[in-house]
């Protein structure tokens, strides 16, 4: 009966030992040493449509945003659409900014081929002390 108990509680540490194996592992994961690379701008798009979809328009904002500093030009044209059309398009979650909705629009039609053929160039890439523009424009 002894022996008994020491074989079952012998078979437990196996067990055990890769549960805190893994828990180890998952610790240094975090700390940096074993996620990988990180994720490229089109990857972050891909995760915004998604969110897009799901009706998670917060997080389509954060991704869109990654994505477009990571210089994506699909992400910069429709994160300046979006934060154009703000509340209209997304509600609450994503608020109106004309002026960042505008410069995330130039920075995208620069990288398109059409270039000033493009529309959102063609709205806002006017000079300086337009209507449009104006509210924008840093003294």
Same mark, same amino acid.
């Given at each position: 009966?002894?022996?008994?108990?020491?074989?079952?509680?012998?078979?437990?540490?196996? /067990?055990? =030992?890769?549960?805190?194996? +893994?828990?180890?592992?998952? *610790?240094? !994961?975090? @700390?940096?040493?074993? $996620? &990988?690379? #990180?994720?490229?701008?089109?990857?972050?798009?891909?995760?915004?449509?998604?969110?897009?979809?799901?009706?998670?328009?917060? /997080?389509? =904002?954060?991704?869109?945003? +990654?994505?477009?500093?990571? *210089?994506? !030009?699909? @992400?910069?044209?429709? $994160? &300046?659409? #979006?934060?154009?059309?703000?509340?209209?398009?997304?509600?609450?979650?994503?608020?109106?900014?004309?002026?960042?909705?505008?410069?995330?629009?130039?920075?995208?039609?620069?990288?398109?081929?059409? *270039?000033?053929?493009?529309?959102?160039?063609? $709205?806002?890439?006017?000079?300086?002390?337009?209507?449009?523009?104006?509210?924008?424009?840093?003294?």
């Amino acid at each position: 009966m002894k022996t008994r108990k020491i074989r079952h509680s012998l078979a437990r540490w196996p /067990g055990l =030992a890769l549960i805190a194996l +893994a828990l180890h592992a998952s *610790g240094m !994961a975090e @700390a940096g040493g074993g $996620l &990988g690379p #990180a994720i490229t701008p089109a990857q972050q798009y891909a995760l915004a449509l998604e969110a897009q979809t799901l009706g998670d328009y917060a /997080g389509m =904002a954060q991704w869109l945003r +990654a994505s477009a500093r990571g *210089g994506h !030009a699909p @992400a910069q044209r429709m $994160l &300046g659409m #979006a934060l154009i059309g703000g509340p209209a398009l997304y509600g609450s979650a994503v608020p109106a900014d004309l002026c960042e909705g505008r410069l995330w629009l130039l920075r995208a039609a620069r990288q398109q081929v059409a *270039g000033a053929d493009d529309p959102a160039y063609a $709205l806002f890439g006017r000079p300086r002390g337009d209507a449009l523009t104006s509210p924008c424009e840093t003294p």
